[in-house]
């Protein structure tokens, strides 16, 4: 518990964890309502979108959706990199060093990082709802629309949203651990998340068994997910998998990035 | 013992870092460990602190395996330079590493105090200078009243008065029973400090002593004239130059003798090699 308490400490004060929330909450407000909107009156280019798949994206009652949707690809990014910050920088900084030697079993020190990452991504997913809830109602009530607040069914789009979260958590956590640094971590990172699931994806129309893989790998994971419960309209998000299928890869996805880098941490020379 | 190792070894490939080092550290003394930068000290406290695992060998620390939080715990160290937070307040990473060893709010306060830092507690460690980083660093391993302090190069890159400061604390610390390791290649900080002294050169520890022992026994210098007539008369003096050595004994007994046998004393003095000149010697011919 103390090494919980620690890491949350030093994350809550960190301007990083801060500053990469705010991006996220930026992005998803920019693309889920503030483009939607001006889309909505008076843009000329709506691509596929109909006037009425606009006006449901950005019903209070959707909000569920329009959380999810953006994780899979941009969102999961950002937390990736979050985690591999957070855990890349400690070696840089002979933070590692200080917290192995303070006294908690490696396996414990881990612990309370990965703990005190889960709980921002329990805040991050939190203050995307309340800032889309929010969004949603002010663009429902300048329209003069009706709306209704999401049903129970947003826990199901909120529960998807923390495990896409969580598992791009811990491929940021595996990656900070595997580079020992910050740099090559974030930058692996994005580069799988943002670039190299896409080419695959691209191959994948040529080559039928890699079209197969890309379904299943993180991102593809993430998006199948995100579209199982409704949070269509993004880039990365998939209809392929159902949501069940979808779910067990994250959290498979995200039991291995822990384990392995746990394993890792637990049995390397801290030089 | 509150430290001990038998042959301890680390290996990276063909080359041994830390070759069958053997050494012991007593309670409630400050214990020097000297060599020169690469000697291997680094690592031997990485291994004594479960941060590498040796290749071959046994470790003890307070009667636990290296690592072992059960010791962890009742340790305290600052390794290779204080690794912080840089965007956190100097009170805020206390307040994060006393969480790590489940330690109080009002312990973080004493142990800002103990090495005078209240006032820039509140202050970005990042802002710190190199001494007050140090500080922070001798403030974290206290926290938990630790039964071993194991500090590695604290004065590296201090100026001479943080150098001295730091030599301060550890002696004030020293002074309240500490049991302290205190890794450095600077003689003059072993000598004025440590109880006694390892000394590590090319990862082997070529002497385990007080620095006194190591210094061996004093000589007493005699400039006489003649001289022939002195070395006669000095029984078991050496001839080196134009001056005697001999076992230092009581210098006012040879002078009466001397003056007795009409021999001209110009100068008595003793004259002790310096433990830099014993460690030139050892790291050496190691």
Redesign the interface.
């Known amino acids: 518990m103390g090494s919980v308490k620690a890491e949350l400490l030093r994350l809550w004060k960190w301007p990083a964890t801060w500053v990469l929330i705010g991006v996220w909450l930026v992005m998803t407000l920019t693309f889920g309502y503030v483009f939607n909107h001006l889309a909505l009156n008076g843009g000329t280019n709506r691509a596929d979108l109909s006037q009425q798949q606009l006006i449901s994206s950005m019903q209070p009652e959707n909000v569920g959706a329009a959380v999810v949707r953006g994780l899979p690809m941009f969102g999961g990014a950002i937390v990736l990199v979050l985690a591999a910050l957070a855990v890349g920088s400690g070696y840089g900084w002979g933070t590692w060093k200080t917290t192995l030697t303070a006294g908690p079993r490696r396996v414990s020190a881990m612990a309370g990082t990965l703990g005190a990452l889960g709980i921002i991504v329990l805040v991050l997913v939190g203050l995307t709802f309340v800032v889309d809830l929010g969004a949603a109602i002010t663009v429902a009530s300048l329209e003069g629309w009706d709306w209704s607040l999401p049903g129970l069914g947003v826990f199901k789009a909120l529960g998807a949203a923390v495990l896409i979260a969580a598992m791009w958590t811990g491929f940021g956590v595996f990656l900070g651990v595997v580079t020992r640094g910050p740099a090559l971590a974030v930058g692996l990172g994005l580069m799988w998340a943002i670039v190299t699931e896409n080419l695959l994806r691209g191959v994948g129309s040529l080559l039928g068994p890699v079209e197969s893989l890309t379904k299943v790998l993180p991102g593809g994971s993430a998006g199948n997910l995100a579209g199982a419960v409704g949070g269509a309209g993004a880039p990365g998000v998939l209809t392929d998998l159902s949501g069940t299928t979808a779910a067990l890869f994250l959290v498979g996805y995200a039991v291995v990035f822990v384990g392995a880098a746990t394993l890792l941490k637990v049995r390397r020379d801290l030089v | 013992m509150i430290v001990t190792t038998e042959k301890l070894t680390k290996r990276y490939g063909d080359r041994a870092v830390v070759d069958e080092v053997s050494l012991s550290v007593r309670r409630g003394e400050v214990y020097g460990f000297l060599g020169p930068n690469g000697a291997g000290k680094t690592t031997t406290i990485?291994m004594l602190?479960?941060?590498?695992?040796p290749t071959s060998g046994t470790a003890s620390v307070l009667g636990e395996a290296p690592?072992a939080?059960k010791a962890?715990?009742r340790?305290g160290?600052l390794?290779?330079?204080?690794?912080?937070?840089?965007?956190?307040s100097g009170r805020?990473n206390l307040?994060?590493?006393a969480?790590?060893?489940?330690v109080g709010r009002t312990q973080v306060e004493a142990a800002l105090e103990q090495v005078d830092l209240v006032a820039a507690a509140g202050e970005k460690f990042r802002r710190y200078s190199l001494g007050m980083k140090q500080r922070l660093g001798v403030a974290?391993a206290l926290l938990?009243r630790p039964e071993l302090l194991v500090l590695d190069e604290p004065t590296n890159g201090l100026d001479p008065a943080g150098m001295a400061d730091m030599r301060d604390l550890v002696r004030a610390l020293a002074a309240q029973g500490q049991t302290v390791l205190l890794s450095s290649h600077l003689l003059g900080e072993v000598e004025e400090i440590c109880d006694r002294v390892g000394v590590i050169a090319q990862g082997r520890l070529v002497a385990e002593s007080t620095v006194e022992q190591l210094r061996g026994d004093s000589v007493l210098l005699i400039r006489a004239d003649p001289i022939e007539k002195a070395q006669v008369l000095i029984e078991g003096s050496t001839v080196h130059g134009d001056v005697l050595h001999v076992r230092e004994t009581d210098a006012g007994a040879l002078v009466r003798v001397l003056v007795a046998a009409d021999v001209d004393v110009r100068e008595v003095r003793p004259l002790r090699r310096t433990l830099e000149e014993v460690f030139f010697e050892m790291t050496g011919a190691a």
């Open positions: 990485r602190l479960g941060l590498v695992k690592g939080p962890l715990l340790v160290s390794i290779e330079g204080p690794g912080f937070y840089p965007y956190l805020d307040r994060v590493h969480h790590r060893r489940g974290a938990g």
